[in-house]
């Protein structure tokens, strides 16, 4: 089994900052690329940063220059520091990891449980 747990999630103010972390688990041989997604209400799932294992980065153009994604290869673990957060970055955010399978050695994609953003004063 695999896990993906979120954490860093809460309430903030317009301007204000929040650090979410993502750690992956189990029976994994390798975490290629990790990524954060969010869905606000009654909209579709976005994409908001990637980046792979070789730290490779990948950002929406709605978030540039405000969110910074990082990984700790070692940990398994995705960062996402969010600066200058805007009403508008109000969602649900969820990890995405792609990986190599510790049991059939298949490649795998799996999502995490999500976790709340909310931005407002």
């Known amino acids: 089994q695999v896990q993906l747990v979120e954490s860093g999630g809460g309430l903030v103010q317009p301007g204000g900052s929040l650090r979410l972390s993502c750690a992956a688990s189990?029976?994994?041989?390798?975490?290629?690329?990790m990524g954060w997604y969010r869905q606000a209400p009654g909209k579709e799932r976005e994409l908001v940063a990637t980046?792979?294992?070789?730290?490779?980065?990948n950002y929406a153009d709605s978030v540039k220059g405000r969110f910074t994604i990082s990984r700790d290869n070692a940990k398994n673990t995705v960062y996402l520091q969010m600066n200058s957060l805007k009403p508008e970055d109000t969602a649900v955010y969820y990890c995405?990891?792609?990986?190599?399978?510790?049991?059939?050695?298949?490649?795998?994609?799996?999502w995490g449980q999500g976790t709340q953003v909310t931005v407002s004063s």
């Open positions: 189990g029976r994994i041989f390798r975490v290629n690329a």
């Open positions: 995405n990891a792609d990986y190599r399978s510790l049991v059939t050695g298949a490649r795998n994609n799996y």
């Open positions: 980046i792979t294992s070789g730290g490779s980065t």
